[in-house]
């Protein structure tokens, strides 16, 4: 930030806590922004060797724009990367020209990089549930093989990010038949919560030796704190190398597994939408995309060819 002048710091700090609190955007993505711009205009800065203070930065070029973009490159950014960058520059130009009355064209008209966008990469049914089984494999501890089991299975079960699990709390339990979940941006949803998912959660409450609050994080690490996704994460990688699985079956592919196997299933796209949270039908449409892929694998693979 040190090569931002402080009227481009101020409105940038400005836009962010408008971000935050009228838009609901999450720390992360507050983050991602910050560090996006601020690298923008610390770009800027070195590329006209003098400070941009906020009238430079109103009459910022394609010419700049080109340079920006080239160095990204440059400097091994990728498509999808640059693209995020590009998106966050805009947002932040938008508002401000608003604010303080200038045209910003040249930003605004900069065409971000194609890529191709990554299909979800998710798990056979059978590898999904070989998983829980080989999760539970993994501790000496009862107690602990029963709560990685629980994450795992509300994961799977109910479609949360493991930051959604591992936010519920003693209240919220014994697990009901729907669970309120506050998603990304503040988005709640209400999603089904199966026997299952209720019966693992269930037998880890029972086999845990800290007390339960209704306050305090329902999932704890060894030590009582609040656990730590890193743990589940690491759960996971051992259990798949034992598995033969790709280093692709992680937390959130137990997400993407329950979005595709209920596609398969017959599962509308709206309904998926609804239960993942996605704040636009085209996230999920992606998932249109891998159960055709997965169709036509099995196709290939099985079709009497002449």
Not at 105 to 112: E, F, H, M
Not at 288 to 298: G, H, I, Q
Request: charge should be positive; aromatic fraction near 6%; glycine fraction near 6%.
């Amino acid at each position: 930030m040190s090569l931002i002048s402080p009227a481009c710091r101020d409105a940038l700090q400005n836009w962010l806590d408008g971000l935050g609190a009228l838009s609901g955007r999450s720390e992360n993505t507050l983050t991602a922004y910050r560090g996006d711009v601020s690298e923008f205009l610390s770009f800027m800065t070195l590329h006209h060797s003098e400070s941009q203070g906020m009238a430079a930065i109103a009459r910022i070029t394609i010419s700049d724009m080109r340079a920006w973009m080239a160095d990204q490159r440059a400097s091994g950014v990728g498509s999808r990367s640059l693209a995020r960058k590009l998106s966050a520059v805009k947002t932040f130009y938008r508002w401000l020209s608003e604010r303080e009355g200038f045209e910003p064209t040249a930003v605004l008209s900069t065409r971000a990089p194609k890529f191709t966008q990554k299909l979800p990469r998710p798990m056979a049914e059978d590898a999904a549930r070989a998983m829980i089984e080989t999760v539970e494999m993994q501790s000496a501890s009862d107690w602990v093989s029963a709560r990685d089991v629980a994450v795992v299975t509300l994961l799977y079960g109910c479609g949360l990010r493991i930051s959604e699990a591992l936010s519920l709390t003693g209240a919220d339990t014994p697990l009901p038949n729907s669970l309120r979940i506050t998603g990304k941006g503040n988005k709640e949803r209400v999603v089904p919560v199966l026997p299952v998912a209720q019966t693992a959660v269930d037998q880890y409450v029972k086999l845990c030796p800290h007390p339960q609050s209704r306050e305090k994080a329902l999932f704890r690490g060894v030590r009582g704190g609040p656990l730590n996704p890193r743990a589940i994460q690491g759960v996971m990688a051992k259990a798949r190398q034992q598995l033969g699985l790709p280093s692709t079956v992680t937390p959130h592919a137990m997400r993407h597994s329950f979005a595709t196997h209920l596609l398969s299933a017959g599962g509308d796209l709206r309904t998926i939408q609804e239960l993942l949270g996605h704040a636009s039908l085209s996230t999920t449409q992606a998932y249109t995309a891998v159960d055709t892929a997965r169709l036509m694998e099995v196709y290939n693979r099985t079709h009497p060819k002449a």
